[in-house]
């Protein structure tokens, strides 16, 4: 059942369906750890229904300059053309219906700015959705690590920033991935749950930059 839900920010609303994947506060802690710059032209790949686009502008309406959301899955992608009409965005938002690999060449180097909350579990690790459109969004079926991180190397202009959420235990993994594509991890915070060991990372990279990762103190969530 769709269904429409308040953002807390400026009035914005976002449609979400209860027989697709919604959104955790994983996409909401992202957009807070993201720092924007005056006039960004930022892409979200892997956006879903468009929380973590519509969030960061919400944080951030006065500094963007355009928000474009990339998801391959058309259930997904159509709740977030909804949302960017219901929100009379559509003189900032654009929305793409593709898979993440197949992103156009018109695209390459256009992005100052990407976020990225990524399925964070490789095929045949972890449990495993039943449903296939649950399941795509939270492993890595239809879209690699390596995959993305090679579209987001494309996307992203000299000096652009990537914004990513994951796994804490697939740390070395991203940076891995982000070093072969030319993105030097500059800030990294860890999200702990209580007391307890980190479960995610959020993380920082630069297209083309100079060696020397921040390390953030820990939240909790």
Do not use: W
Request: charge should be neutral; hydrophobic fraction near 40%; include cysteine.
């Amino acid at each position: 059942m769709e269904r429409i839900e308040e953002l807390g920010i400026n009035n914005l609303k976002i449609y979400q369906d209860d027989s697709l994947y919604k959104f955790t506060s994983d996409a909401v802690l992202l957009t807070r750890f993201t720092r924007v710059k005056k006039g960004d032209t930022v892409a979200d790949f892997c956006s879903g229904s468009g929380i973590v686009g519509l969030h960061l502008y919400a944080l951030n309406a006065e500094k963007i300059n355009s928000v474009t959301l990339f998801e391959m899955q058309k259930p997904l992608f159509d709740l977030s053309v909804k949302s960017i009409n219901l929100n009379g965005l559509s003189d900032k938002f654009n929305a793409v219906n593709t898979r993440v690999q197949d992103i156009g060449t018109e695209y390459a180097g256009k992005f100052t700015l990407i976020t990225c909350n990524p399925p964070y579990m490789p095929v045949g690790h972890g449990f495993y959705e039943s449903e296939e459109t649950i399941a795509v969004c939270r492993t890595e079926l239809k879209l690699s690590l390596e995959e993305l991180c090679k579209a987001i190397g494309r996307a992203l202009s000299f000096g652009g920033r990537v914004n990513m959420v994951h796994r804490a235990d697939r740390l070395v993994d991203v940076i891995t991935e982000f070093k072969k594509n030319n993105i030097e991890p500059k800030k990294l915070q860890f999200v702990c749950g209580g007391k307890k060991e980190p479960y995610l990372f959020m993380i920082e990279g630069v297209k083309g930059g100079k060696i020397g990762l921040k390390v953030l103190n820990n939240i909790e969530n």
